[in-house]
């Protein structure tokens, strides 16, 4: 484990106890485990939403994945950008985006996040600094690439992360965006999402060999990482972007963990073995976190009781909240105006706390 830097030390003095993993306070830990709790609350909230029928196309969740965006997103600061994917609620939710508005998202109200106009898990609020979704996997692995040269172009000190699935990796863009990355020493985080399946295929059908491996051909490091330990993904993403913000560029972060839902609300996936299913379920990520946290002492029910609460009074929102204004439909296709720049999000982690404090 690495010491803390003077700068960090004297930033968060309360850190003390011997027990405490290097870099995370106890507000820390507890902050990972509030925001994963969210995320499956508000996942649970929606799914049947969705299958009372208010929830318009299909729904994909990230049941038992939350530790990957939770933790890699809690690594971030307020300038970096993030582009999250299907099962990265996580990372909405660290930056600082409204339950009402994400419930809202999904059944295409006025006041969800796209205001109606785009599909339930393809949005990003630019205010924050979260790009929205492009569905062609693995694009994103391009804009984040582009925009982390933006990034060394200018000479700013900020990455760019973003995530990806194990199916993804097998798409032509995927190797784009390494080879540039690696060959531009780009200060860009690529977190491939290894949830043991690309909507039915399982990993031995989709590559020989696992695609961490492909990093060290591009020039750059690829880690392993337990996916269901939202601190071991914290620490992975967070020494991949001290490197990256070092200027010794991009780094893979692999995080093995596992789909417990269908791909989708519709799929029963009867094609994953029980048994697989059973082994993953006792490693799950969310009881993992509450066990360290309720070890510091904190009542663990309570936390739960207190998100489950804010995600009843956002849904009862959202359901309120009217349906976008159809005159209104075409606004926003094309760019009007001065063009947003991106906006900074919230970076909870106290390791950033220096950058904020006043003088
Ligand atoms: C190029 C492309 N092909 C197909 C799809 C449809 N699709 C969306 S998610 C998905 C599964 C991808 O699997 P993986 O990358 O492992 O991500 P996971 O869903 O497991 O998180 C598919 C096939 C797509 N969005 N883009
Ligand atoms: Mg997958």
């Known amino acids: 484990m690495e010491a803390l830097s003077p700068r960090q030390a004297e930033a968060r003095p309360e850190r003390a106890a011997a027990d405490e993993p ?59 950008r993030l582009c999250p994917l299907h099962r990265d609620l996580g990372a909405h939710l660290v ?29 990003g609020d630019p205010s924050v600094g979260v790009m929205g979704m492009v569905s062609m996997l693995p694009d994103m692995m391009c804009v984040a690439t582009g925009m982390a040269m933006a990034f060394k172009l200018r000479g700013e000190a900020r990455v760019a992360l973003t995530w990806f699935g194990d199916g993804a990796t097998s798409r032509g863009d995927f190797h784009e965006a390494m080879n540039w990355a690696g060959v531009q020493r780009l200060p860009v985080v690529f977190v491939l999402e290894n949830n043991q399946f690309a909507y039915s295929t399982p990993l031995e059908k989709q590559f020989a060999v696992d695609p961490v491996e492909r990093a060290r051909v591009y020039g750059f490091p690829g880690v392993t990482v337990d996916g269901n330990d939202a601190e071991a993904v914290f620490q992975a993403v967070r020494v991949a972007r001290e490197r990256a913000l070092a200027g010794e560029g991009p780094t893979l972060v692999e995080a093995v963990t ?92 106290s390791g950033f706390a220096p950058a904020e404090a006043p003088a």
């Open 22 to 80: 290097a870099h995370l306070t106890r507000a820390d830990r507890v902050e990972l485990l509030r925001a994963m709790l969210l995320m499956r609350a508000i996942e649970a909230r929606a799914l049947t939403l969705y299958r009372q029928g208010r929830v318009p196309g299909s729904f994909y969740d990230g049941f038992g994945q939350e530790a990957v965006s939770v933790g890699a997103a809690f690594a971030l600061g307020p300038r970096d």
């Open 95 to 123: 930056r600082g985006v409204e339950t009402t508005r994400i419930l809202a998202q999904y059944m295409g109200r006025a006041s969800g996040v796209t205001g109606g106009r785009d599909g339930n898990v393809h949005f």
């Open 258 to 349: 596992m789909r417990m839902h269908g791909h989708a609300a519709h799929d029963d996936m009867r094609y994953v073995p029980p048994q697989l299913l059973a082994e993953w379920a006792a490693r799950d990520p969310i009881e993992r976190q509450e066990r360290r946290v309720a070890a510091l002492g904190v009542d663990v029910e309570a936390l739960r009781a207190e998100v489950d609460a804010e995600v009843e009074a956002a849904a009862a929102e959202a359901l309120a909240a009217p349906l976008p204004d159809p005159a209104d439909a075409t606004r926003g296709v094309f760019a009007e105006g001065a063009p947003q720049p991106l906006g900074d999000g919230r970076a909870p982690w």
